[in-house]
């Protein structure tokens, strides 16, 4: 069966996961790299591959045929011990090259929110916070974000940074709240990014930007209409 997109879906946490299943959703052929204990679904739109995503023949495998690449690689360094030094900056270059052997122009990074781009103002004062907040937790893996985020910028790709705070399983969660020049809250719904990386894909909005995003929670009197409506 011919699939509308091939996406190469990079990391094997809970956010490439979901990106995985709302793929499959939306009638998406996948293809991802099989690492130790990560159970993916078994469907016919899923194509399971060995390898490293450290490798270049892994990932120039994983890319080939595919018509965009989201690399959920990072998210899952939050909680894990980074498998190499400069993890993300390593897996990024092999893709960026990859990327333009195939001729494959969108490239979907999931990132953090301490993470600025080359020549990017400073943010505004109700980001700072929340920035500084990052940068403390996450030191040690700052300079491998900060290098890949300039390798992303001078790509020449159609590329979209997506600058998350922590992602979790949050219930009534409404829309992703979008803001191009700072931070705009603590949580992501893990389910609402995944749809809104998926809808990048097709997306003209932020290309070649870094946005940061955050759930737009769902006022209490919709939560009751909506129960009460099911109801």
């Known amino acids: ?79 894990e011990k980074p498998p190499a030094p400069m993890a993300c900056t390593t897996v990024t270059r092999l893709v960026i090259a990859a990327m333009r052997r195939h001729h494959i122009p969108r490239y979907i990074v999931v990132s953090q929110p301490s993470v600025a781009l080359p020549n990017e103002q400073k943010f505004h004062f ?38 998350c705070p922590a992602i979790k399983q949050l219930a009534n969660s409404g829309t992703v709240k979008v803001n191009r020049h700072a931070p705009n809250g603590l949580s992501v719904s893990i389910d609402r990014l995944a749809r809104f990386l998926i809808h990048q894909i097709d997306s003209n909005t ?18 009751q209409r909506s129960h009460a409506t099911k109801i």
């Open 1 to 79: 069966m011919q699939w509308v997109h091939t996406i190469a879906v990079l990391g094997s946490g809970a956010t490439a996961r979901k990106v995985v299943d709302v793929a499959i959703e939306c009638r998406y052929a996948v293809k991802v790299l099989t690492s130790e204990g990560v159970k993916w679904p078994k469907s016919p739109q899923v194509t399971e591959l060995k390898g490293s995503l450290l490798e270049a023949k892994s990932i120039d495998s994983l890319v080939a045929g595919c018509t965009a690449v989201i690399n959920c690689f990072g998210s899952a360094l939050r909680t």
């Open 126 to 163: 109700n980001g700072l916070l929340t920035s500084c907040l990052y940068r403390l937790r996450y030191r040690s893996q700052r300079k491998d974000r900060l290098a890949e985020a300039s390798m992303i910028h001078d790509s020449h790709l159609q590329w979209t940074l997506v600058r």
């Open 206 to 223: 932020y290309l070649q930007s870094g946005i940061f995003v955050s759930s737009l929670s769902t006022p209490s009197y919709l939560r």
